[in-house]
């Protein structure tokens, strides 16, 4: 069995080759461990058993793993002559037709869904291998998303051969490298060729590994050692579990070679006890290693020795330290000892050791057979080669990637990746594991290299990266990895092992909402503590995820400190339930629900009304945030919150029991404070803020430029999403407390901002963003060009609009919709222009269905260059640019880039809705801090201006936002202000506590979610009806019963 | 390499140093502090504290000083902010864990931690204390042994106590258990401390940077600031360690410290020289000189107890002439205390029957290298111990008898991996670091020795260039041991042909071989054969004057080297000049200005026998107590009862002191002001770290004030006097005066004011024997004295333990000590303890021809097979009673290591 020369190496090639592209079918199903875990192993008897039982001739054998986690088991199907092909997500029941297609022949029969690609040629680098072209319709691996960027050089056998028959590696090309490096090269030659790759370290620090190698190589000794580091202990990764489950030979190989240039005569291979498989593995391929000679005495008859044993590390995170690693393999505990001297003066069994991961191992030979100047090309100019990471967390493709070093974040996470899993903003990526770092969205153009990430405060580390977003709470993710970090900690360095546990332990208060004011400050000075005074590399990076989360996300350790809210809805002492947490006005959801279906309506609507003295209008427009983080998803859909809230004011207001209940609330407010304060703006924000400052005793006058009050609501938004007279009746609920209106006074204008602060003890700004922004086209100033807030402000009431004209709409916000909507209200045709794709547009997902629905059309990817005019000052068409999707913004869009094509759309008229802004005249005169000349430039959590007694919320602090939003300011400002004046505790008086049952239900109850009746198309298009009606009694009791009560604790 | 330097920056400033150095070794050395609560000198740094941080300039973080070398123009900051800023949080992040209570703290104004706190300022830490993870099942490992406290609370995990553990006393008894914040220090398993191999040495306690270890005898009382504190020399064995001892306000004796010595013990100790001061302060102390009337004492005035011993000891010289007169000089005295007791025998009796407890231990010795080299020492340092590559260990149970030596070869085990070889008939504890362990039958080391010297000449590894050129006498030799085939040396000493010929491989290859011994190989009929054996085997293969080469006999009490070489023997004068030579005599005669008796006197050991004879009268003895230690003490106690008069100086009312018709009140060690010779022929300056109680006096008070009464006066005003005497008289001693060893000893010979002593003897293999050649000697095996037979079957071995000392009249007057072990026992081989029913912990009848002693027994697989061991401390169950008063025809040295015996179980009386 021994191979001592080139001509038996090649023998056993061609019995390789044999068994890769035999004369039958070869199906090859991928039994990693995430393949075995998701019925892999189950997947292969089938795959065993039909085959016996049918007697079909076919070679079924076992590969690694392939790398797209995400689509287990993966299954490769070769037909003598014909491209490979591979099959995602296979199950037990997919087998009998994957076999009758490969008796037939026709592999391109197999259903469609589960075929991912094909592969007509493999470059295994060294060797290629070609399988066959055939089956056009099947997209080339290179060609789908998920490989398209990647590069496999680690990865170059990993799924595509049997990893427990070496003879299929060395048809792979394997060990001619070492056969070539044995017979023909010097050591230092082999040094050479590394030193050019300028391969680093891939175990996280990025040494040089030629230069490690060299300085093995010249220690001097009687024994040297290699150790393979494959101690992989990240949360999050498992790039060496994968390698060398899929592919032992390669890593064999590597080091092979290492010995052979270095002088070694043993290599260790230090793994985890935790990955059984690729211990089984490897024990596997050394023994048939041993068996070939390839290991052991006199190596291909060169005189060359070299035998790999392993040591199975019992789980101590730090043992990934070289120093400690090497500690463990002697027999003591895992601790790091102080460097220097290196292992490569010192190191195992005092003897100069050289230590490199698993991948930098899987590297070699591939540099030997390729040469270090090919493997330069690839990657970074300081960064060369490829890089494995394996992509986790909250994106839709998980999986094992390689690529070069040098790409993109944007790259991984959303052409690889696919963007989010849950359609939702994916907010950070962490790198590195606990030793790494949290990389906001607004890096994610940073290339992925050593020095980048380091600059970030990140690291490349072992290559975990774990895709975060809006679920994702900062703090509590670095409470995760610093009690990782605390528990795997030696406890050798105060530092590291006492600062570690101080700096959970103000994280932890800080998630329960005990954080104080100085934590953020006291844990960035712990953490470059830890960093400056830690002996191993665990202590040096084990503040990072702090530090990181500390510096791009401080606002959600202030949140957590100064409002004891955790936007996320992770922390659980901060909050009631899931949607209590997302909604902005803290409504208790759970507790209206329960008190409807206690037959408690009034109750339920009291419950309502105190947090949201707008229940009709939000009942109907509000975006609830509340469903997105229903649990129930994880059931079927969320529950219908905003539909039953609704519901419920409605019932009220047809009973009429609403004035009712605001006279006791009028009778209930606090004794009068004598304080006046000033409201400016009637809109949402201002209205809530006044709601609860008058409740609270003090005299409040709302000052309005507008003849009447309601803001945006009354100005924009159309009648058949919110009638009007559910509008006036709230807003007059709320008057009827005692609150004093002035209108058609626009302040700055009519009454100078300084009288009013002089005149009032506070003043709450709340003007909104209502000023229009303009594309400054040519054209622009033609006749029938409208602004959409204009139009809109009209459009419920005058009939702006012909019969039958023909109206181009540019934007993709609610307003453009609305005004689309309203435009085909009055007759008109209505043609809606956005610059990006559908799934971009930042409108309301039903109403662009309804819209449609309607007859709205849609052109997307098209800006508008020139309005054109028909000679009479009259618009007479539109020229659009054609965009394309180019990069990703911070907000993990893909950014419009124009082509050089334009077209016209004819039209009769323009209405312009790509955005509103604050109207920042007024605090320029008044001489107010702005954000950036335009939104009111207030404290984050009191909403205090620069000026004492003026504070503000609502759009005017963001910009066009949601009702719900500026509400929350209203109502943050109302307690706020009073806490100006009065003391602690008064907010919290005005809230009823209703006692209601405390069960969770034990399954969960009702049908899947209820619908809500629409108008019929035709009944709603030429009027404006509401057009969404709400639920009917049977529909309201099915959807209460569907809530799980996540407020009930305990139990 | 060692000496080159390097340019460093520190602080701005420019200093030369040392490359080999770390940075706070370099720092120290240039006047600049850098805190550290972990380091250790000369030991390997846990690096843990992280309070030694510093800035160097281009390294990514802080550096730790105490591991990072020095490089050629680094530069280092040692005050920037940002090393105060990491040093302070670190040290908060210490003191949140670390309890407050200084006031009630035993270490308040011992505590390194404190001092730091008090540095930066600290008053309290402004994190959270941690909970208090450790329960009281931690503390259950550390609470049943009488000597070591451990308040877990206060441990701030440094990793000193288990450093010092593992590299000084090289037990590696303790260590972290645990991870992160979990980690504690603790015992394998947690088992208590006292069954691990823990040799309650106790530098872990001296290490502790903070109160968490105490020494439990010092709880309580007192703080260090109230004590006062002495550097003197351990009492104990030859080693010679350097302690300092404290006392309280009260003149007790409360705790003492190794020194780091670096040539001898380098902060060592062993639980005796830790733990063992407490017998100075025992209310058993004898504080008035006693006057036996009738049977029964009566308190004397001084002047009354000296008139009437010089009295009777007059009246004895003239009725039965001076030579019926014994003197006992004792090795638990100073050099002057002994040097003044022979002059006392030779110049005041004018006898030469003065001896000393040597005659028991290492007369053999002093006899066979004498006659081998032409000295009877020990011819290197302890600290050679680090240049041998080969270390051999025959007869001595080093890690008890001389544990800090045997702290001293493990470590240098540890650190170069010499080869050891152990032979001893008991698996004694340096068998488990041995690399050869050779179990042999007592009594039979010259066959095992030649043995190995067989196989060495037959495998050619004899250093056949040094045999010929600095000895002489080999032929003969060779002749003897060609008959010593393995076989039949297998046979005789019961051990595997293969153990044997491993041993010759590795001695016959060593380059640099030390050869260990102690009473194992002296205290047989055959001592001096077994020692001239030794001689040869150095000989053979040349390891011998050089660094690192050589043969250690170690020396078992305080002072054996210096009782010896200032002529407590009956056949020299101080400095080993022979009483018979003319010359010698006469020079003493000048010097003394008396006439001198040349006729060599008698040794201890033949005292009884002499005295049951009638030839001897009187004795008198300084400091010993024979009844205790001779062999066979019924026959002893007969003997001496026959003497028309016994006069003692002694601190106790020991077993020999009872018998006495005269006792003096004497000064113990602690209190003594004069020199101790130690083992390795340092002598060092002993200081008194107490007074002695009132109503005694010093020893060589006593003999002048005698002598003085006898008409001899001898009017020394202090022992200094005395030492300078004694470098006019001794060659080897002419430069030692203690004004020369205030900061360290000196090994003699140091022929002059300017000699700074000798590190080994016999440089460039210069033996002081005529044409300066060693002498082989040809040595047959002969067979011990008594063997076993069918009445009794068993050989008996006696011995010292590690918690006892000799006749046990000090350390079973340490509380501690003696709470630890109480009482004597008998060790057995359990196959053998079966063949009998006896059972572990219960009591048995040992006894031979010459007695019979109850005591417990413990089965153990230390002694061989057919042979037994008992300890000879307990006066309850004496080991002497048993042992045979055989004599070696040379050294005249009992042969305690051999007698036959049987043991039986003691039946249980029934109630």
Same mark, same amino acid.
């Given at each position: 069995?021994?191979?001592?020369n ?12 044999k ?6 079918p ?20 089938c ?10 001739k ?103 051969i ?24 010097l ?19 990025g040494?040089?590994?030629?230069r ?57 291979i ?13 024990k ?28 199975e ?19 003591? @505990? ?27 191992w ?7 057979a ?55 903003k ?20 940073t290339a ?12 490349? +580390? ?20 610093v ?20 700096a ?11 954080? *104080? ?22 202590g040096?990076?084990?503040?990072n ?39 902005p ?6 507790? $209206? ?88 703006? @009637? ?50 609920n ?21 009288k ?7 003043? $709450? ?27 809109l ?13 023909k109206?181009v ?17 009055? +007759? ?56 394309e999707?180019?990069? $990703? ?27 509103e ?7 320029k005169?008044?001489? %107010? ?13 009191? %909403? ?27 109502? *943050? ?16 008086? %005005?809230?009823?506590? $209703? ?19 629409t ?21 309201m ?15 | ?21 770390t ?6 050395g240039?006047g ?130 288990i450093?010092?553990c ?34 309650f ?9 903070? =109160?968490?270890?105490?020494e439990?005898?010092? #709880? =309580? ?38 020194i ?23 209310p ?10 009738n049977?029964?004492?009566?308190k ?7 008139s ?21 000089g ?14 006392f025998?030779?110049a ?60 001293i ?24 670091v ?6 042999? !039958? ?55 042909p ?39 085997l ?54 003394w ?54 006069? #003692? ?28 010779t ?10 008194p770290a ?7 006096? !010093? ?43 205030q ?10 004011d ?37 009445k ?9 333990i ?45 006894s ?64």
């Open positions: 069995m021994k191979i001592s080139l001509s038996a190496l090649n023998a056993y090639k061609e019995k390789g080759l068994k890769l592209k035999p004369r039958i070869r199906i090859a199903v991928g039994m990693g461990t995430c393949g075995i875990g998701n019925g892999a192993d189950k997947v292969y008897h795959f065993k058993k039909i085959l016996k039982n049918k007697k079909i076919a070679y079924l054998s076992k590969t690694g793993c392939f790398g797209f986690c995400a689509k287990e088991p993966l299954v490769n199907i070769y037909l003598p002559h014909k491209p490979l092909i591979i099959l995602h997500s296979v199950s037990t029941k997919d087998v009998p037709e994957i076999i009758n297609c490969v008796k037939s022949g026709n592999l391109n029969k197999i259903s469609k869904e589960k075929i991912l690609c094909k592969i007509e040629k493999w470059d295994h680098l060294t060797e290629q291998i070609f399988y066959g072209r055939n089956f056009p319709e099947i997209p080339a691996w290179d060609k789908t998303p998920f490989f398209k960027s990647q590069k496999k050089i680690v990865l170059r056998n990993c799924g595509l049997n990893p427990e028959d070496i003879d299929e590696y060395i048809a792979a090309g394997g060990y001619q490298a070492l056969y070539k490096v044995v017979k023909q090269a050591p230092h030659k082999v040094i050479q060729q590394l030193k050019a790759s300028k391969l680093r370290g891939r175990g996280g620090a040494f040089p590994t030629g490690k190698w060299e300085l093995t190589k010249q220690a001097k000794a009687d024994q040297k050692f290699i150790i393979c580091n494959a101690d992989e202990g990240d949360p999050g990764a498992y790039m060496n579990r994968n390698e060398i489950e899929s592919d032992p030979h390669s890593l064999l190989e590597g080091m092979l070679i290492g010995a052979y240039a270095m002088g070694a005569t043993e290599g260790i230090y793994v985890r006890a935790e990955y059984p498989l690729a211990i089984g593995r490897l596997t391929a050394i023994a048939a290693a041993r068996n070939y000679k390839i290991l052991g005495e006199n190596i291909f008859n060169s005189g060359f020795c070299f035998d790999v044993n392993i040591v590390g019992a789980g101590a995170f730090v043992c990934g330290e070289e120093t400690s690693l090497i500690a463990s393999i002697e027999g003591f @505990a895992g601790r790091p000892r102080p460097r220097p001297p290196f292992p490569s003066q010192k190191g195992l069994w005092t003897k100069p050791t050289n230590i490199n991961n698993v991948e930098t899987f590297n070699i030979p591939v540099i030997i390729r040469g270090g100047k090919w493997f330069a090309k690839t990657g970074s100019a300081s960064s060369t080669g490829t890089k494995v990471f394996s992509l986790v967390g909250k994106i839709q493709n998980t999986g094992l990637v390689e690529l070069p070093l040098g790409t993109s974040l944007e790259t991984i996470i959303y052409d690889i990746g696919g963007g989010s899993s849950l359609g939702k994916i907010k950070a990526v962490q790198t590195g594991g606990p030793s790494g770092g949290c990389i906001p969205r607004e890096f994610f153009s992925v290299d050593y020095e980048s990430l380091a600059r970030l405060g990140a690291i490349m +580390g072992s290559g975990g990266m774990v895709a975060m977003d809006e679920d994702n709470c900062m703090v509590d993710v670095a409470q995760y990895f009690e990782f970090t605390t528990s795997e900690s030696c406890g050798k360095c105060v530092s590291c092992r006492e600062g570690l546990y101080q959970l332990g103000i994280i932890k208060a800080v998630t329960k909402g005990q954080g *104080k004011l100085k934590d953020i400050e006291e844990l960035e000075r712990l953490g470059l503590a830890i960093k400056d005074s830690s002996l191993c590399g665990l040096q990076t084990g503040p995820p702090v530090l990181t989360t500390l510096c791009y996300f401080q606002d959600e350790y202030k949140e957590h400190i100064y409002e004891q809210r955790c936007a996320a809805g992770i922390c659980e002492s901060l909050f009631l339930s899931p949607c209590e947490n997302s909604c006005l803290h409504m208790n959801i759970p507790a $209206f629900i329960q008190l409807f279906r206690e037959k408690r309506t009034e109750d339920a609507f009291w419950q309502i009304i105190q947090d949201n003295p707008l229940p009709g209008v939000t009942g109907r427009i509000c975006h609830h945030p509340c469903e997105s983080r229903c649990r129930r998803m994880d059931i079927d859909q969320a529950v219908g919150q905003r539909e039953i809230h609704r519901y419920i004011s409605d019932t009220i207001y047809k009973q009429n029991k609403d004035k009712l209940i605001f006279k006791t609330l009028r009778k209930k407010r606090q004794p009068e404070t004598g304080k006046k304060i000033a409201v400016v703006g @009637a809109g949402p924000a201002g209205l809530t803020a006044a709601f609860y400052l008058r409740r609270l005793g003090h005299k409040v006058t709302i000052y309005e430029a507008q003849a009447q009050a309601g803001g945006m609501l009354q100005l924009t938004i159309p009648a058949y999403r919110l009638p009007r007279i559910l509008l006036k009746r709230e807003i007059k709320i008057a009827g407390l005692g609150i004093k209106f002035v209108f058609n006074k626009k302040i700055g204008v009519d009454i100078p901002l300084k009013l602060e002089k005149q009032h003890d506070a003043v $709450f700004i709340a003007i909104g963003a209502q000023k229009e922004l303009i594309l400054k086209l040519p054209g622009e100033n033609l006749k029938g060009v409208l602004s959409g807030v204009a139009f402000e009209k459009g419920g009431f005058s009939k702006t609009l012909m019969q039958d004209e109206i709409v540019i934007g993709g916000g609610n307003v453009a919709i609305d005004a689309a909507r309203t435009a085909l209200r009055s +007759g008109a045709k209505a043609i809606l222009i956005y610059r990006r794709q559908e799934n971009d547009m930042p409108a309301d997902k039903q109403e662009i269905e309804e819209a449609k629905k309607e007859g709205v059309v849609f052109e997307f990817l098209a800006t508008p260059c020139k309005i054109i005019d028909n000679g009479k000052g009259q618009v007479q068409a539109v020229e659009l640019v054609r965009m999707s180019g990069g $990703f913004d911070v907000s993990g869009r893909r950014i419009p880039v124009p082509t050089d094509k334009t077209f016209r759309v004819s039209c009769d008229k323009v209405i312009l809705a790509i955005g802004r604050v109207d920042s005249q007024i605090f005169k008044n001489g %107010l801090a702005q954000v950036k000349n335009n939104t009111l430039k207030v404290d984050k959590f009191t %909403l205090k201006s620069s000026r004492e007694k003026i504070y503000a919320g609502g759009d005017v602090l963001t910009g066009p936002a949601t009702v719900a939003q500026a509400m929350a300011d209203g109502k *943050k400002a109302a307690k706020i202000i009073d806490l100006r004046f009065m003391r602690k505790g008064r907010f919290e008086k %005005l809230f009823k506590a $209703f006692k209601f049952k405390q069960i969770a239900p034990v399954e969960p109850q009702g049908k899947s979610r209820s619908l809500p009746r108008l019929l198309v035709k009944d709603r298009v030429k009027n404006f009806k509401e057009v969404a009606c709400g639920f009917s009694k049977a529909q009791e099915n959807e209460t019963i569907r809530c799980l009560r996540c407020d009930v604790k305990g139990a | 390499m060692e000496n080159k330097l390097v340019n460093i920056k520190v602080n701005g400033k420019k200093y030369k140093v040392a490359a080999s150095s940075i706070l070794c370099a720092c120290k240039c600049i502090d850098i805190p550290s609560l972990c380091y250790l000198e000369g030991v390997s740094s846990e690096a843990a504290c992280s309070m030694c941080l510093v800035e160097v300039k281009g390294a990514k973080t802080l550096v730790r000083a105490c591991v990072m070398n020095v490089s050629e123009n680094m530069e280092i900051f040692t005050k920037t902010q940002r090393v105060n800023n990491a040093r302070r949080i670190n040290l908060e992040l210490i003191l949140a864990n670390h309890p407050l209570d200084c006031a009630s703290c035993d270490k308040d104004g011992d505590c390194r931690l404190q001092d730091l706190a008090g540095e930066f300022g600290i008053k309290k830490s402004r994190y959270f204390s941690r909970d208090k993870i450790f329960g009281k099942k931690q503390n259950t490992a550390w609470q049943a042994n009488p000597f070591i406290h451990l308040d877990p609370d206060k441990c701030i995990q440094c990793g000193c106590c450093n010092s593992k590299h000084e006393a090289v037990q590696e008894a303790i260590s972290f258990s645990g991870r992160g914040y979990r980690q504690k220090v603790s015992t394998p398993f947690s088992v208590p401390l006292e069954q691990t191999n823990c040799q040495c106790g530098v872990c306690v001296q290490v502790c940077p903070v =109160g968490a270890l105490v439990k005898p010092r #709880i =309580g009382k007192g703080k260090l600031k109230d004590f006062i504190s002495t550097d003197t020399i351990c009492a104990y064995c030859g080693v010679g360690c350097n302690i300092i001892l404290y006392k309280d306000i009260r003149n007790n004796l409360v705790m003492s410290k190794g780091a010595n670096k040539k001898i013990n380098n902060r060592r100790l062993c639980v005796k020289g830790r733990f063992g001061y407490e017998y100075a302060d025992s058993d102390r004898l504080t008035t000189p006693l006057i036996k009337e049977g029964k004492f009566r004397a005035a001084w002047k009354e107890a000296l009437y011993t010089a009295r009777k000891l007059s009246k004895i010289k003239a009725k039965y002439g001076p030579d019926a007169i014994g003197v006992l004792s090795s638990r005295c100073t050099n002057e205390d002994n040097y003044l007791i022979q002059k025998a030779r005041v009796i004018q006898t030469n029957n003065v001896d000393n407890c040597a005659r028991l231990c290492h007369s053999s010795t002093v006899a066979g290298l004498g006659k081998a080299f032409g000295a009877g020492a020990a011819t290197n340092s302890i600290s050679d111990i680090e240049d041998a590559d080969v270390i051999f260990i025959i007869g001595s149970n080093m890690a008890e008898t001389h544990p800090v030596i045997a702290q070869v493990k470590e240098h085990k540890k650190n170069n991996n010499p080869k050891i070889i152990v032979c001893d008939p008991r698996y004694v504890q340096m068998a488990q041995a690399d050869i362990f050779i179990q042999q !039958f007592p009594g039979t080391d010259v066959a095992l020795l030649n043995g190995i010297m067989k196989l060495i000449i037959d495998k050619h590894l004899d250093n056949r260039k040094f045999i010929n050129a600095h000895t002489q006498g080999v032929n003969e030799f060779k002749k003897v041991v060609n008959k010593y085939d393995l076989k039949k040396v297998s046979r005789t000493t019961g051990v595997q293969c153990r044997i010929e491993a041993a010759a491989d590795i001695i016959g290859q060593a380059k640099n071989m030390m050869i260990f011994f102690t009473m194992g190989i002296t205290q047989h009929t055959t001592g001096v054969d077994n020692v001239l054996s030794i001689a040869n150095a000989l053979l293969t040349g390891n011998i004057g050089r660094r690192g080469a050589g043969v250690m006999p170690l020396r078992g009490q305080a002072n054996v080297q210096g009782s010896c070489d200032l002529g407590a023997l009956p056949n020299v004068f101080p400095g080993y000049q022979k009483v018979q030579d003319p010359d010698v005599i006469k020079k003493f005669q000048d010097a200005g008396v006439e001198l008796s040349a006729k060599v006197g008698l040794p201890v050991s033949e005292f009884a026998e002499e005295s049951i004879k009638g030839n001897l009268k009187a004795v008198y003895i300084m400091g010993e107590n024979p009844l205790m230690t001779e062999a066979d003490i019924n026959k002893t106690r007969y003997a001496y009862k026959k003497l028309e008069f016994l006069a #003692i100086q002694s601190i106790f009312l020991s077993e020999t002191a009872q018998m006495a018709d005269v006792i003096f009140p004497a000064a113990s060690a602690y209190e003594k002001e004069g020199t101790f130690n083992t390795d022929r340092t002598v060092q300056l002993l200081r107490k007074q002695m109680p009132k109503g005694a006096k !010093f020893d060589w008070q006593i003999v002048s004030d005698l002598s003085t009464a006898m008409g001899y006066p001898m009017l020394y005003k202090n022992s200094t006097q005395i030492a300078d005497e004694i470098a006019q008289l001794t060659p080897s001693y002419a430069g030692i005066h203690h004004y020369r060893l900061k360290e000893g000196i090994q003699w010979p140091c022929i002059d300017k000699h700074t002593g000798t590190l080994f003897l016999y440089k460039d293999a210069a033996f002081k024997k005529p044409n300066k050649k060693a002498q082989f000697s040809a040595i047959s095996y002969k067979q011990a004295n008594e063997l076993p037979d069918k009794y079957p068993f050989i008996l071995t006696t011995g010292r590690l918690y006892h000392f000799h006749s046990g009249n000090e350390t079973r007057r340490v509380k501690v000590l003696d709470k630890f072990v109480p009482r004597n026992y008998v060790e057995i081989h359990p196959e053998d303890a079966r063949k009998l029913k006896l059972k572990h912990n219960e009591m048995a009848n040992v031979t021809r010459r007695g019979s002693i109850k005591l417990t027994v413990r089965i153990s697989e230390r002694p061989k097979k057919g042979v037994i061991f008992i300890p000879f401390h307990f006066k309850e169950a004496a080991a002497n009673v048993l042992t045979n008063s055989a004599l070696d025809p040379v050294s005249k040295i009992p042969e305690y290591k051999v007698c036959a015996a049987c043991i039986k179980p003691l039946k249980k009386k029934r109630r």
